[in-house]
Structure formats: structure tokens, C-alpha cells
């Protein structure tokens, strides 16, 4: 399975941008879609998930009001709507996908090949 992951770029601080991630193959009512992000150094950190079937969405603490995930089973594709962006948002952002619900990136069985996202103060 392929995810293609597109939409990262410079903004600035405030300003909004969107991902969008496909996968290769159908992503069927029971998988999880999402986000994780990593900056060098660190681990790659959880930014929001989403089911497939239901729609049941998943934030961590720090992006909660800020971003929106959705997805469009039609097109097979998921969306990272982020507003109110942050310095620290400035990340290259992953797309995955799951058999189950975990923020733990190990948990998870497919990646995107990760889009960099930064932000100016």
C-alpha cells in the first residue's frame, strides 16, 4: 500500500493550509486514517485520527480546535484542514493508516512519504 501524502508548504503564523492523503488501495469501514507529525530528533507524535466506517475523529491535546480531519470515502481520500497555525506546528507531517486506533506511531501499518509543513513566527 502506497499513501500519498500532499499539501505541506510555508506559511505564516495564523495563516491555514491543507493536507490530503490517498492511499493506493480501497481503505474499507474498518481501518483508521491519520496523522502524525515529527520534527528531527524527536519521535513521531500523533495529530488526529479518523475511522473509516463511522467518521469517529481523534485529536491530540495540541491541535484540538485547530485542526479538522475528514475524509471522502468516494475519492478514498483524507483531509488535515489546519487553522490557526503555530511556529510549533512546524513538522514533517506523515499519513497512515491502521487496523485499529492507537496514537503510538509503531502501532500503525502504513505510511505516507511525509510532507513538510513550516510555520514563521
Known amino acids: 500500500v502506497q499513501l500519498q501524502a500532499s499539501g505541506g508548504g510555508l506559511v505564516q503564523a495564523g495563516t491555514s493550509l491543507r493536507l490530503s492523503c490517498t492511499p493506493s488501495t480501497r481503505t474499507f469501514s474498518s481501518h483508521i486514517m491519520g496523522w502524525f507529525r515529527q520534527v528531527p530528533g524527536k519521535e513521531r507524535d500523533f495529530v488526529a485520527a479518523?475511522?473509516?466506517?463511522?467518521?469517529?475523529?481523534y485529536y491530540a491535546d495540541s491541535v484540538k480546535g485547530r485542526f479538522t480531519i475528514s475524509r471522502d470515502s468516494a475519492e478514498n481520500t483524507m483531509t488535515l484542514q489546519m487553522n490557526s497555525l503555530k511556529p510549533d506546528d512546524t513538522a514533517n507531517y506523515y499519513c497512515?493508516?491502521?487496523?485499529?486506533?492507537?496514537?503510538?506511531?509503531?502501532?500503525?501499518?502504513?505510511w505516507g512519504q511525509g510532507t513538510q509543513v513550516t510555520v514563521s513566527s
Open positions: 479518523i475511522r473509516w466506517g463511522t467518521g469517529r475523529t
Open positions: 497512515a493508516r491502521a487496523n485499529g486506533y492507537s496514537t503510538y506511531w509503531r502501532d500503525w501499518n502504513h
